[in-house]
């Protein structure tokens, strides 16, 4: 189980830009005009919201998982959650996905990006895990 916290960005709180980026995520594979009505709210991965503090979230996350790329996915929204990305690390993000039919999601994170276990998880409160 691994997790990545999501910090507010700009005019977006944890919970929006998480919104973003999982949705986003989700489109790489099937592009918005090709949606059909019921794929509006569609995500990749889900969200967690920490119970002290709605407007926290995180990213429940497999780095392992293959996120299919339709050739005509477009990555501006996406990008546009990692601010912190230099010209040069947008332009080979850019150029990896859509060279690719697939691309394994732990090989596209930003190196801003920290993957959290479920032991840091609940040493911040985010939730607690019962022994069996």
């Not at 919104?19 to 918005?32: A, D, H, K, M, S």
């Not at 912190?84 to 801003?112: C, K, N, W």
């Not at 609940?122 to 019962?130: D, I, T, Y």
Request: charged share 20%; proline share 6%.
């Amino acid at each position: 189980m691994q997790w990545i916290t999501v910090l507010p960005q700009g005019q977006l709180t944890s919970l929006e830009r998480a919104q973003v980026i999982t949705r986003e995520l989700y489109n790489l594979g099937r592009p918005v005009f090709l949606q059909n009505e019921d794929e509006a709210d569609r995500t990749y991965f889900g969200i967690i919201t920490h119970p002290d503090d709605a407007t926290r979230a995180a990213l429940f996350i497999d780095t392992t998982s293959v996120i299919p790329i339709h050739p005509n996915c477009t990555l501006e929204r996406l990008v546009a959650m990692f601010p912190e990305l230099t010209a040069e690390e947008r332009y080979t993000l850019s150029s990896t996905i859509h060279q690719l039919d697939a691309v394994v999601f732990g090989m596209i994170l930003p190196e801003s990006v920290i993957v959290r276990d479920a032991k840091y998880m609940v040493s911040e409160g985010w939730f607690e895990l019962n022994d069996p």
